[in-house]
Nanobody, 122 residues
Framework: QVQLVESGGGLVQAGGSLRLSCAASGRTFSSYGMGWFRQAPGKEREFVAAISWSGGMIYYADSVKGRFTISRDNAKNTVYLQMNSLKPEDTAVYYC???????????????WGQGTQVTVSS
């Protein structure tokens, strides 16, 4: 069982930066692939980024490539999402997820956090 808690969301102006953190409980964090997803009001949840257990494989959605960076610290049981050059369309609730596999689909992940709100003003 893995419990995930996101933090770091908030209100930022367009062009600004935020760093989201996702702290995981459980001794097997380092064996899980980790992903970030987001859901804007009235829209479906969408994939943002994913990182393998070792950090050797990383994937990004085209919409965030070059602006967002996913990383993990297995010693701290934490995965991060550094978000730069934020745009109003990045406004959403951001969720981290953990799973045995790795991918861009929600069904590939078994555990989810409660989400953290990111609001980007224009």
């Amino acid at each position: 069982q893995v419990q995930l808690v996101e933090s770091g969301g908030g209100l930022v102006q367009a062009g600004g930066s935020l760093r989201l953190s996702c702290a995981a409980s459980g001794r097997t964090f380092s064996s899980y692939g980790m992903g970030w997803f987001r859901q804007a009001p009235g829209k479906e949840r969408e994939f943002v980024a994913a990182i393998s257990w070792s950090g050797g494989m990383i994937y990004y959605a085209d919409s965030v490539k070059g602006r967002f960076t996913i990383s993990r610290d297995n010693a701290k049981n934490t995965v991060y999402l550094q978000m730069n050059s934020l745009k109003p369309e990045d406004t959403a609730v951001y969720y981290c997820a953990a799973g045995d596999g790795l991918g861009s689909h929600g069904y590939q992940y078994d555990y989810w956090g409660q989400g953290t709100q990111v609001t980007v003003s224009s």
